[in-house]
């Protein structure tokens, strides 16, 4: 990212950024993955150093994320960023999903290899009464039908969810990608 | 005597430390039901970007107020060219990629008007509210309002709110750790008094797209799985509404429940499972949407919400045919 870049998605992001030039920043946007890219680290990074007490982060936190923004396109968020795991669907998923009508098993898709980072992380958050049972990481192939699936449930829940939400979850929904995390438990059959 | 002063004493000094704090706790509760009252009522247009993990879009939304109710759509400005539009009648995802068309019919005012969150006084058994003084953004002052879950049922917020019209500005969700889970923050918003009716309509051509619709009319000839609910919830939510309802791609009718807390909610899906359906369970984050998926009994029970994948899983893991007792119990914190 040029400093003239960094320098635009500043000031838009104060809303200070001329009209032009705000038009200008979003169809480059819409053009470069990887300033959209740089773009969520340079927000998230803002958001983080101007919080209050430090709750956001963690110590050595604000550093990283300042080395983050940075750093190249391929490069990932630091590490207390990707504690939570990146949900979303699969685009190229979500789409096939779309286009089978044929129904067929449960839900989710899903990337095996996040699934046990994001398991590590709900463990550490997990609530007493509901212990979480070993093993994990079940590899199982998405399918069309599963994406589509995951699409209608999250839309049909949206109309019962706050604006606040509603929003989020629409968000969600359009900006489906392949970081979907998938998480299997091995547990027994509910009674 | 002494004791009575002392108690009256004591009585005056814990209203006065007391008062601070209740009246915070009242003030934020209002800027929360201030904000919900905007974002359903206001017409509004603006960019924000949404973040999450190490993903981040841009994205366009036009909310406008008519005299047939609210229409609202949202538009991804990373090419793909998707988007989705909320009629007074029908919800449509756009999908230009794949050239279809999900359609989901709105849920009827009056049933609605019982489900949706609502923040009220119940609230604060469950989330501790603060409000606050906040930097300028977009050029207009700030209140920032802190919405903090007392368990790890739910996820924590903290919103950026305009102080002349209670829209958020800014938004963080936050896990159980303090840490984000997702951002939005507008980098655009407008708030006129009039938006035109052809704002709020689709730019893509949908000719000859597959159109996919759910509906709520379930067929009599199908096996209905009637009469599910959980056994077991978390402290705080309640079964706020149930229906039977056709999902696209969905052979038979499922029943769909909702539940609440009073700002978060969940929706559990059950439909009635095969035997070439695979039974581990499993689960998916979304931005702060989580989804849990098992079979109960032979159905295919799925719960989605934007809480914590472990509320999810523990609602869905509850639900189970209604049996004689009235009311679900609730998980101790």
Known sequence: MTEQIREQISAWLDGELREDETGLLVRRLERDPALRGALGRFVLAGEVLRAPGGQLASPGFAARVSAAIGAGPGNELPV???????????????????????????????????????????????VQPVALAAPLGQRSSPTPARNQRLAGYLVAHSQYASPLSRRSVWTGVLAADPGITRVAYDLAEAP | ???????????????????????????????????????????????????????????????????????????SLDGSGR?????????????????????????????????LPAPGPRLE???ELGIRDGQRLLGRDVRVLDVRPKDGYRYGYRLWLDEESGMPLRSVVLNGHGRPVELIHFTQLELPRRIDARETEASVDATGYQWIRSSRRASG????????????????????????????????????????????????????????QPSPPESASLGSASAFSTRVHGHVVTAVGEVPLETVRAIATSVAPAGPEPAPAEISR
């Open chain 1, 80 to 126: 207390a960023l990707r504690e939570k795991p990146a949900g979303r669907w699969s685009r190229p998923l979500l789409g096939a999903a779309v286009a089978a009508a044929s129904a067929v098993v449960a839900v989710l898709v899903l990337r095996p290899d996040a699934g046990e980072r994001n398991l590590a992380a709900q463990t550490a958050t997990a």
């Open chain 2, 1 to 75: 005597m002494r004791r009575s002063s002392a108690m009256a004493t004591c009585a005056v000094l814990g209203a006065l430390l007391a008062t601070p704090a209740f009246a915070s706790q009242d003030e934020a509760r209002a800027w929360l039901e201030r904000m919900t009252e905007a974002l359903a009522t206001r017409n509004y247009e603006g960019l924000f970007t949404h973040t999450t993990g190490r993903q981040s879009e841009t994205m366009r939304i036009v909310h406008r107020v008519g005299r047939n109710g609210s229409t609202e759509r949202l538009v």
């Open chain 2, 83 to 115: 988007e989705i539009v909320r009629t007074p009648s029908e919800v449509h995802v756009y999908l230009p990629d794949r050239r279809v068309v999900l359609v989901e019919p709105r849920t009827d005012s009056g049933s609605l008007a019982q489900a």
């Open chain 2, 125 to 127: 058994a469950l989330y």
């Open chain 2, 221 to 276: 000839a199908v096996d209905v799985p009637a009469g599910w609910r959980p056994m077991r919830t978390p402290p705080g939510f309640r079964v706020v509404a149930s229906r039977m309802q056709v999902m696209p791609g969905v052979p038979v009718p499922v029943q769909h429940l909702v539940l609440s807390d009073g700002f978060a909610s969940v929706s559990v899906f059950i439909e009635p499972g095969s035997a070439s």
